[in-house]
DNA sequence: CTGAAATTTCTGTATATTCTGAAATTATAG
DNA sequence: CTATAATTTCAGAATATACAGAAATTTCAG
């Protein structure tokens, strides 16, 4: 780690300790974060020097990063190591980082709370407890089908959305004018 | 642990795995769980006896909660013993977890960024970190600026969104034409 | 003000995770 | 097919985290 760019190193470090909070490990995060910087493909050896822990380490590290298909794995011609980038377009990184979690986290969440959710409740106690879990099962669904369903948009419109922030509900309450004007008749 | 009903015990023990994929310990994940689905208030000692670990953890845990304001503290009459329950609107968990995981990890990740941004780079290699970096910064930006506006929404208006999903792409696109009609002339 | 209840802090121990370096495996050039 | 480069697996050491129980502190009824 001592022959990178400060700059560089401040952020590679950052990632190391924000990957903690995340269940990835710091490892895992500063690898992350170099290719992610990296103008060019790195392989294991690359990593390790700029890096400074164990090449055993950076295997694993690449193994559980791609377990996440977070990067891809390129070949330079006469070279058969392996070399690695992060996908170009970034929106694509975010995409499946969230369908990911989604994966990893939330389906099985949502697969509990049914499972829970079919069992006959026998008292007060657990048909409130069960009140909750759908409740809390319910909203869960509402954000992933949400999520699902806004992935599915090209970047170029997801990008116009979110620009457009909370202002969208204004075409949402215009909705029944513009069908009065445009049909002539309402609902 | 012994005398919760199985469907709750689920229910606990799986927020206590959820929790450790998230930073937030299996204890503080068991305990919110507990408190979630519970109809009435609970004390440090009702926890203890259900989850059946040291009272003192129980203490800790539930300081962690309350240091992520999820957690609302409650006192019965003739009883100095501290109760606890969670906010009775799931939404106000919904947006607490979301707004205190901005504090603690977007922003300073967004700090950290423009910081590195400012110096001046010194070489081709730093000059594509820094746009990589840039790339990022913006895109995060752009998505909690977007969540910050749809915060302030009134629940009842944020799910009529939510479950209009994708399709509120198509108002935005008939945009254009509704002030064509209404106001007459065009952009 | 006093003493008991309630809570929190603290320290050592148990447990889990991360990391290294050696050994084993796999891949490929010749 | 063989030799060597490249990568992965694995077992133990180092480190970090979680946890229990005792001690200290705080709170509050009387």
Redesign the interface.
């Known amino acids: 780690m001592t022959n990178l ?4 190193q ?2 590679v470090l ?1 990632f190391g300790e ?1 990957g ?4 990835i490990n710091r490892t895992v995060g500063q690898i992350y974060a170099l290719l ?4 060019k493909p790195l392989n294991a050896d690359d990593i390790r020097e700029a890096l400074g822990f164990a090449r055993s380490n950076v295997s694993m590290g690449l193994k559980e990063l791609d377990s996440w298909q977070l990067i891809r794995l390129k070949h330079l011609p006469n070279d058969r190591r392996d070399y690695f980038t992060v996908p170009e377009d ?2 694509e990184i ?1 995409r499946t980082l969230v369908e990911q979690r989604r994966k ?2 939330i389906e ?2 949502l697969t ?2 049914r ?2 959710l079919m ?1 006959k ?6 048909k ?3 009140n ?2 759908n ?2 099962h319910d ?1 869960i669904e ?2 992933t ?2 999520y699902t ?2 992935q ?2 090209e970047t170029e ?1 997801l ?8 202002k ?2 204004k ?2 309450e ?2 029944d004018k ?1 069908f009065v ?2 049909g002539g008749k309402e609902k």
Chains 1, 2 share one sequence.
């Open positions: 760019p400060p700059m560089i401040t952020f950052h924000m903690s909070r995340w269940g992610y910087v990296s103008p970034i929106w975010v990893r986290e099985p969440t509990m709370l499972d829970v069992e409740p026998s008292g007060e106690d657990e409130f407890a069960q909750k879990m409740e809390m909203i509402m954000l089908n949400w369903d806004m599915k948009m419109r990008v116009n959305l979110l620009k457009l922030g909370a969208v509900y075409l949402y215009m909705k513009i004007v445009k």
